[in-house]
Each structure stands twice: as C-alpha cells, then as structure tokens.
C-alpha cells in the first residue's frame, strides 16, 4: 500500500484560505488517482474532491464547487487541495486516499485502497 501524508492544516477565520498537501512515498505515484475527504465531529466521511491519476479529470463535491481546487504535481508525489471563502461547516480532519489505475474518479470511499491519517481543518465563525 502507498504510504499517504497529509499536512497543511490549521485554524482560520471565515472566508480565508489553506493548501493542504497529501505527500506519498512512491515511485510510480502518477498511476494513482487520488481523492480527499473530510470527517467533522458526529458526522459521516465526507467527499469532497478528487483528481485523476492523468491530472485531467477532476471532480468535486457540490460543497466544494467554486471554493476548493485539487491538483497534482507527480515530480513531488504530492497532491493539493487548495481552499479558499472557508466557512464554519469546513472544519472537519481531511484526509487523502488513494487508488491504482482507476478509469474514472470514484467518490465512493470504499473504491479507494491506501489512506493517510488526516490534517485537522479548523475555521471559526
């Protein structure tokens, strides 16, 4: 399995912005299609982004749509999740996931393999 780390978050107030950073230890991490999730305190494990293992295709949960950008850069192992106009609702421990040559991207949390442990996202009001 990919060894994922995340890293990036903290505490901002409403309507400012944070990059996280979810850095694996493997060669051939161009192959992996990678997604991002949250989990907030009572709540389920939430989608809320993911970027295809070409770079290409992304897609975005509708909570995320027009605020949050995922991208990838392959030379470093690392995909992004830029968050900008943060609300409240936000805050939740994003963690990165990933998986091995899928044709599309799954928003399922079951359809991915490898998980890192979560960076805490805190937004207060």
């Known amino acids: 399995q990919l060894h994922l780390v995340e890293s990036g978050g903290g505490l901002v107030q409403a309507g400012g912005s944070l990059r996280l950073s979810c850095v694996a230890s493997?060669?051939?991490?161009?192959?992996?299609?990678v997604a991002w999730f949250r989990r907030a305190p009572g709540k389920d494990r939430e989608f809320v982004a993911a970027?295809?293992?070409?770079?290409?295709?992304?897609t975005y949960a509708d909570s995320a749509k027009g605020r949050f950008t995922i991208s990838r850069d392959n030379a470093k192992n690392t995909v992004y999740l830029q968050m900008n106009s943060l609300k409240p609702e936000d805050t939740a421990v994003y963690s990165c996931?990933?998986?091995?040559?899928?044709?599309?991207?799954?928003?399922?949390?079951?359809?991915?393999?490898?998980w890192g442990q979560g960076t805490q996202v805190t937004v207060s009001p």
């Open positions: 996931a990933a998986v091995r040559y899928s044709p599309n991207v799954p928003v399922r949390p079951d359809l991915y393999d490898d």
């Open positions: 493997e060669r051939h991490f161009s192959t992996f299609t």
């Open positions: 970027v295809h293992y070409s770079g290409i295709t992304t």
